[in-house]
């Protein structure tokens, strides 16, 4: 494949920098109307549509090329850096205002926005785009508009570029689909189990039906403890609600040095320092960290002890306290109270619930297999290591 260098102010047709934090300010804010992104949305390569804020469209016309639409591309140049997305053509609504901390571009028809967004995931794309950043005090790209037209990228035909967009594209509609899957099922499962609980009168002590483990970290510095064949569960691995947490592992002689254990599939984790009330199933036996909690049902179902956990969680978090930031401690989880559900409302309850969950675990593992094709396929389809221009699309 013949692959062209450009430099991206020959691929765009305009660049925007996002307004400054006084043209936002908080009273700008209501209920509904354009949505304001932030830094929440720009994970990933498309745009996320959760955690809005919006102004009203008065407001957003007055901030003019701050506005975005669909096609355009929006990258972060303050606080997380590496962050760019595409603004799909399936989006939500049909513009966005851009935060303080964004810029925006619009390509023009040399490139194609998705394909651009894809070049800049790769490990030579991150390079460039985050070349000129800097650490100090809030990272930073120094003059981002400006040193980002600069970029030179090599790219191949429009027709080539639309061919590597589709196979990777078609892997991200996949995990897209899994994850909707995923959500339905979690949102129904989460209603039945209301309705159960909302019926029940028997109020227990949360630790009478479930015990309260904890974890433990090797040393950083003991590389010998590292890289083993045991995932090790870590505040960042909360999924939603599954974690497989298989980036960090640990060896075996790694679990008995941090004096951790083992802990099964369907384990729930709770985070308990720094950002707490995180809760999360475990996919797959793993450890787990000193920063969290383990629970495990006294003769309990453990998607019991997930949901119960789910509506203490709250009262949790308000009890979390401490002088350099906040922990929950095993005395929180001991004054907490739940209501019980009868033993014919849990037979019914696991009954239906637990293939939910198994499906819900399914299409997690799937989407990491998928992850892990579109991560490796990425650099090579933007490189023309594999050759596209066969394929039919």
Request: aromatic share 8%; proline share 4%.
């Amino acid at each position: 494949m013949k692959f062209n260098t450009y430099s991206i102010s020959e691929l765009i047709d305009e660049i925007a920098m996002g307004p400054f934090g006084s043209n936002i300010k908080v009273e700008c804010f209501v209920d509904e109307g354009i949505p304001v992104l932030n830094g929440s949305n720009l994970n990933g390569f498309f745009l996320t549509e959760e955690s809005f804020r919006y102004v009203t469209e008065e407001k957003a016309d007055s901030l003019g090329r701050a506005n975005a639409h669909r096609g355009d591309i929006v990258i972060t140049h303050r606080g997380t850096l590496g962050q760019i997305v595409c603004i799909p053509e399936t989006s939500k609504h049909d513009r966005y205002v851009i935060s303080q901390s964004q810029f925006r571009v619009k390509c023009n028809d040399k490139v194609i926005p998705d394909y651009l967004v894809y070049y800049f995931h790769t490990p030579i794309g991150q390079h460039k785009l985050l070349a000129n950043a800097s650490q100090v005090g809030v990272p930073a790209l120094a003059r981002a508009s400006t040193t980002f037209q600069k970029i030179e990228v090599d790219i191949p035909d429009v027709e080539t570029q639309r061919k590597a967009v589709s196979v990777l594209n078609a892997i991200e509609e996949k995990i897209n689909i899994n994850n909707a899957i995923n959500e339905n099922l979690q949102q129904q499962a989460l209603a039945l189990f209301a309705n159960y609980y909302e019926q029940s009168n028997t109020e227990v002590a949360f630790t009478d039906l479930i015990q309260i483990l904890g974890g433990g970290t090797p040393k950083t510095g003991e590389s010998k403890y590292w890289n083993g064949n045991i995932p090790f569960f870590t505040p960042k691995d909360v999924g939603s609600p599954y974690t497989l947490a298989t980036e960090k592992t640990i060896t075996e002689d790694g679990l008995s040095h941090c004096n951790s254990r083992l802990y099964p599939a369907n384990t729930v984790f709770v985070t308990a320092r720094g950002t707490v009330g995180k809760i999360g199933l475990a996919g797959v036996p793993m450890a787990m960290n000193q920063s969290c909690y383990a629970l495990a049902g006294k003769n309990l179902h453990q998607l019991l002890v997930y949901f119960y956990t789910l509506k203490a969680v709250d009262r949790l978090k308000h009890k979390a306290s401490g002088a350099v930031f906040d922990a929950i401690i095993t005395r929180d989880f001991e004054t907490e109270q739940v209501f019980k559900l009868s033993e014919d409302d849990t037979n019914t309850f696991i009954k239906i619930a637990e293939p939910m969950y198994q499906s819900i675990l399914n299409n997690s593992v799937e989407n990491q297999r998928l992850v892990a094709l579109r991560d490796s396929l990425l650099p090579k389809l933007m490189s023309g290591e594999i050759d596209v221009s066969g394929i039919s699309i």
